[in-house]
């Protein structure tokens, strides 16, 4: 349950990062340049969980409750306040499609195709 809607993301590994941060760290002509280290394809939280159904064999469904109700789960369940509002940005940001960017750089400095949602899940609940 995450108030993002259909909006989609480019989520890539942490150790991708690290590898490619590594590339950056161990070769010239890097000063003053910022990469855009994102994947090459963006998903949905419905992608995910239909992604997470075929592996898993069984229906697992997203929901997107409104950002108020969201709110109120969250403060319910002792979440703080801090916390609650960097998940709603978050949801917010991926809602007006600001978390799309789909580029090649990592993949660039990786050498290879970073790990999809799809290749992730089938990883680890397989």
Sequence with gaps: MFPAQEGKASWV???????AAAQVLNTEG??????????????SFSDI???MSAV???????????????EDIMKEAGVPQVYIGMFTMWATAE???ALELEDETLSSFLGRK?????????????
Excluded: M, W
């Design 30 to 43: 890097h000063q003053n340049k910022t990469y855009p280290l994102t994947n090459i394809t963006s998903v």
């Design 114 to 126: 970073p790990t999809t949602v799809k290749q992730f899940i089938e990883l680890i609940y397989r």
């Design 49 to 51: 969980a239909k992604e």
């Design 95 to 97: 809602t007006q499609d």
């Design 13 to 19: 590994l942490r150790e991708e990062l690290a590898e």
């Design 56 to 70: 898993l064999g069984k229906e697992v469904e997203y929901k997107s409750p409104s950002v108020t109700q969201f």
